[in-house]
């Protein structure tokens, strides 16, 4: 059973950062494309971040290009993908969710459509 979980969530101020953590059991993690979305209430769950299994490929929302960084550690013992937070600014404030789809080679989707399996999602929140 494929299991994904985030965690690093929490309330900062503008300007400050985060670090989230993703970490999936029950898959071979490095042929996973792996990806972080988020929404915020009344709003559409949209794209942030992915990158594919090896981390030879990336791709940003133009919200967040240069202010996140989407990193993955495939080895056995570690199998966790990171999203470094950094500005953070009050648009950002957010449930944060990281998926993951089978996918050992080429690259990551942008949709949410392109994932099969989901974690619970962790809360960021920033105030002004």
Known sequence: QVQVVESGGGLVQAGGSLRLSCTASGLTFEDYAMGWFRQAPGK???GVSCINWN???TLYADSVKGRFTISRDNAKNTQTLYLQMNSLKPEDTA???CAAERRPSGY???SARDYRYW???T???VSS
Request: proline share 0%.
């Open 44 to 46: 559409e769950r949209e």
């Open 55 to 57: 981390g030879g490929y």
């Open 95 to 97: 449930m944060y969710y």
């Open 108 to 110: 990551c989707g942008r």
């Open 119 to 121: 974690g619970q999602g």
């Open 123 to 125: 809360q960021v929140t």
